[in-house]
């Protein structure tokens, strides 16, 4: 809080406008719709170290609820760029926290449920590609 001032959490109308200001936010900048860069433009404060810390020491535990998040990242653009996204999504989080004034929901409970419906349709579809009803081996509920 002593980062960010007296007027504190209010004077970014929005988290998008916080995660700029911490310089945390990609850079877009385009030219005839064509995107030129995108790079995390420089500058640094005490509060995003400590956020892009926050988040590295996410990326080197097993399991947490933004390890799902930093591992996509890292192995699609490498690690540099997990830390940056990761200390975003920390500083977007705090930033509802604060102005909501709400604790912390994990999403990994409503993840987990879809992950769960997205494998149980495609074992149907599996079920079904050999001509057999998956509803009759009774295996699966009937559907309502």
Do not use: C
């Not at 947490?64 to 977007?92: E, P, Y």
């Not at 705090?94 to 102005?99: A, F, L, Q, W």
């Amino acid at each position: 809080m002593s980062e960010i001032g007296p007027e504190g959490f209010s004077r970014f109308p929005t988290a998008k406008h916080f995660a700029s200001w911490l310089r945390l936010a990609p850079n877009n900048r385009m030219s005839g719709g064509k995107i030129l860069s995108n790079k995390v433009p420089k500058g640094s404060s005490r509060l995003k170290i400590a956020l892009r810390n926050a988040a590295n020491a996410i990326g080197n535990q097993k399991d947490w609820d933004l390890g799902k998040f930093f591992k996509k990242i890292a192995f699609r653009k490498g690690r540099k760029a997990a830390i940056s996204a990761t200390a975003r999504k920390l500083g977007v989080i705090i930033y509802h926290m604060v102005t909501k004034k709400e604790a912390y929901k994990s999403r990994t409970e409503y993840v987990f449920l879809d992950e769960k419906r997205r494998q149980l349709a495609l074992i149907r579809k599996r079920i079904a590609k050999f001509g057999i009803d998956p509803n009759e081996i009774g295996v699966f509920p009937k559907p309502s």
